[in-house]
């Protein structure tokens, strides 16, 4: 038996698969996956994410904490509550885990990391901080439950009183605040208008029921991962790890190189990579022949080299097969996709494939 969230339960209830996924017995559907991703895409859905890592970072050291230990810098975050997308990186430039930052005060950053890299990051992140005036608080007494699609702000109302109604309305994107017993953050992992509320534990059944007689339907693990790739969002340990640096991985975007004088943990090795220039890069492909991309499966870019899928699966959105790979600097706008023995054609497209519930892809593909 894997570690259990408050919502184990309610998820036993509803019919949901429930499979182990990093220790953890999660629900994987609640009947069809497909219906589950069109549910999130067209009306609006809920997930249990109560097993990812929350963690406030408390004390006047905080910000010149962050700004060494992420490759992102806290110090954009100029109004209280701003969130900031990053990566922590290892000495070598590799990515430890992608994260969450939320800015609510000068004393006070909350940061919610992946659930499979908890001891890792938990360890690295107290090393790190001895040298700072800084407390590292793990809360584990907290839930998580994302509210995610384009009426999820009509629906997420409905279970909220009214001072926490305003606060929905007024809350721009990447942006969180506290009403009550509640943290709101105006993120998520789908593509999505949506919301990820924190909340007490004891708190979170309830919440999840009164979600659900508003309609808002329970969304298990797999819809999230053909969400996610459809939006352009990549998977820890799939699409990056401590071997691979943002460069590598599509998120150059990530790094705050100015100010220069700023030391972040893996700056002097980005910035010789940088330099020298990676040899591979993160893209995406949509399968131009019948098939499904997969994980691990070869990319072959003749005259140039080979990659290989990171992630891959067929997008219900787009009635296609569509992946991302770590493949060659030099790839063109097509390559070839080794499929037990058979080589099929793929488009090199931009990311992400879909936003907001519309094709982001050229016309002619």
Known sequence: ?????????????????????????????YGSQLEEHHQVRNAVGMFDVSHMTIVDLNGPGASDFLRYLLANDVARLKQEGKALYSCMLNPAGGVIDDLIVYYMRPDWYRMVVNSSTRDKDLTWIMQQAEAFDVQVLERPELAMIAVQGPQAPEKLKRVLDNQADAVVDALKVFFAAEVGDYFIGR???????????????????????????????????????????????????????EDTSPLEA??????????????????QKLEALRKDKPTKKLVGLVLQDKGVLRNHQKVVVPGVGEGEITSGSFSP???????????????????????????LTARVVKLPFVRNGKSCLPEDV
Not at 223 to 232: C, P, Y
Not at 250 to 267: C, H, N, Q, S
Not at 323 to 340: K, T
């Open 187 to 241: 993120t998520g992992y789908t593509g999505e208008n949506g919301f990820e509320v924190i909340l007490p534990a004891q708190l979170a059944s309830r919440f999840w029921q009164e979600l659900h007689a508003q309609g808002v339907e329970p969304i298990g693990l797999g819809a999230r991962d053909t969400l996610r790739l459809e939006a352009g969002m990549n998977l820890y340990g799939t699409d990056m790890d």
């Open 317 to 343: 959105t787009l009635g296609k097969a569509i992946a991302f790979a770590s493949v060659p600097v030099a790839i063109g706008d097509e390559c070839s996709i080794d499929m037990r023995g058979r080589m």
């Open 250 to 267: 599509g998120l150059g975007w990530t790094i705050a190189w100015e100010p220069a004088d700023r030391d972040f943990i893996g700056r």
């Open 1 to 29: 038996m894997g570690k259990r969230t408050p919502l184990y339960d309610q998820h036993v209830a509803m019919g949901a698969k429930i499979v182990d996924f990093a220790g953890w017995d999660m629900p994987i559907h």
